[in-house]
């Protein structure tokens, strides 16, 4: 469960110590886009130590650089042993891609089991999607990284997002078909904050699984768009509980408030209420 995943620049160590007491459900220590070509190899020590120091029950884990720059196999060689929770590689293209990655995680001694996770970023990345999506087993995600590929696709942001609305709907329905999560990408305007509530309830509307975020001031808005409402869960609780009572009674479907309630409903509301304990579970161990 990702509702929030924050960046944090792998060369400022400060902000690490701040975010890892927000209430973000992950932190991402970035070494690609917010750590200068020169101070890349001070970065790739700063992430090491932060990871060594990382607060307990928070996920943590690393963006590198992508493998075909002179930095990113030493991000996987560095980081491979350090304690991340998982490894996020950018601007994947193809699954070799995710072997690659893989074969140089576990040359280095990086737990065999370590998850990868893929960013969806680039017009070849997003046709691509559902190769890349099935082609390793230690895919956990995909991230959307819309920033990138409004540039690659020369398009202009705007307030409804349409110009990624295509794109999106793909990382999302790649994600649903090989059963991984999808994280949608960031909001850029830090004082926006209508804009980025905005941002949070379309990503949810279309099925992602949280967002990510640049800076903690915009945790809030996606821990509430993306955890179901009071409201959700009192008629979850309700579909449930009719439709266990009607299969019971031996009958396929129930009805509640007028409304049909078949299987497919019991299982979203199981899903929702599960989505709940979980978010509980989290809030109660700090």
């Known amino acids: 469960m990702v509702r929030s995943m924050l960046f944090v620049p792998g ?25 200068a070509p020169d101070g890349k190899a001070a970065a790739r020590e700063a992430v090491r130590a932060m990871l060594g120091q990382a607060p307990a029950g928070k996920q943590v884990w690393v963006r590198i650089n992508a493998l075909d720059t002179p930095w990113g196999l030493d991000d996987a060689r560095a980081i491979a042993q350090a304690g991340a929770d ?18 140089a995680l576990d040359a280095a001694g990086a737990p065999p089991a370590l998850p990868l996770w893929a960013m969806a970023e680039t017009p070849l990345g997003f046709l691509r ?3 890349i999506a099935g082609g390793h087993p ?7 990284g819309t920033s990138d590929l409004v540039k690659d696709l020369r398009a202009r942001h705007t307030p409804e997002r349409h110009e990624t609305l295509l794109a999106r709907s793909l990382a999302v329905l790649a994600a649903r ?16 904050d209508a804009g980025l509530a905005t941002a949070c309830q379309q990503g949810r509307d279309l099925g992602f699984d949280g967002k990510t975020l640049i800076h903690p001031k915009q945790i809030a808005a996606a821990n ?17 509980e009719a439709w266990r009572a009607a299969q ?20 979203e509301a199981e899903r929702l209420l599960a ?10 161990t700090g």
């Open 248 to 267: 019971a009674a031996g009958q396929g479907v129930a009805v509640v408030d007028g409304a049909l309630v078949e299987n497919l409903h019991a299982r």
């Open 275 to 284: 989505l709940a304990d979980a978010i509980a579970a989290r809030a109660a």
């Open 138 to 144: 230690r895919l956990a995600a995909i991230v959307v």
């Open 129 to 131: 999607l559902d190769a």
């Open 224 to 240: 509430a768009a993306f955890a179901p409402t009071e409201a959700e869960l009192t008629s979850a609780r309700k579909r449930l």
């Open 177 to 192: 078909a090989h059963g991984l999560a999808v994280l949608d990408g960031v909001h850029l305007e830090l004082d926006d």
């Open 11 to 35: 060369d400022a160590p400060r902000k690490f110590d701040k975010a890892g007491a927000s209430p973000a459900d992950a932190l991402i220590l970035d070494l690609e886009d917010s750590v």
């Open 86 to 103: 998982a490894v996020l590689l950018p601007k994947v293209q193809s699954a070799a891609e995710l072997d690659a990655l893989a074969r």
